[in-house]
C-alpha cells in the first residue's frame, strides 16, 4: 500500500514563510504527476500547483509567484516552498501521486494558518 505523509505546516504571520514536504513511500519514478492540494473550511479541495515526471509545473493563478514545488527524486519527496503567505492561504494541504500503474494516492493533510 502507498503512503504519503506530509510534514512542515503550523502556524505562520502574514508574508512568513513555510516548506511542506510529502514523503512516498514507492519510487517516485513510479508517480506520472504529483500534486499539492488545499482544502480550507467550507470550501471545495482545489489544486495548488502539480508537477510531472519531466518536471513540468503548474500553479493556480492565487499561488503564481509565491508558491513553488519541487521534487528530489533520490529521497522520494515533493516539496512545496511557501513565500508571502496571505491569511487566505489557511488550508489543510494534501499531497497527491498519481502513479502509471492508475493508482491515486493521497497523503492525511498538514494544516497551514496564516495569522497575526
Known amino acids: 500500500q502507498v503512503q504519503l505523509v506530509e510534514s512542515g505546516g503550523g502556524l505562520v504571520q502574514p508574508g512568513g514563510s513555510l516548506r511542506l514536504s510529502c514523503a512516498i513511500s514507492?519510487?517516485?519514478?513510479?508517480?506520472?504527476?504529483m500534486g499539492w492540494y488545499r482544502q480550507a473550511p467550507g470550501k471545495q479541495r482545489e489544486l495548488v500547483a502539480g508537477?510531472?515526471?519531466?518536471?513540468?509545473?503548474n500553479y493556480a493563478n492565487s499561488v503564481k509567484g509565491r508558491f513553488t514545488i519541487s521534487r528530489d527524486n533520490a529521497k522520494n519527496t515533493l516539496y512545496l516552498q511557501m513565500n508571502s503567505l496571505k491569511p487566505e492561504d489557511t488550508a489543510v494541504y494534501y499531497c497527491n501521486a498519481r502513479f502509471y500503474s492508475g493508482i491515486d494516492s493521497w497523503g492525511k493533510g498538514t494544516l497551514v494558518t496564516v495569522s497575526s
Open positions: 508537477v510531472t515526471t519531466v518536471g513540468t509545473t
Open positions: 514507492r519510487s517516485i519514478f513510479s508517480v506520472s504527476v
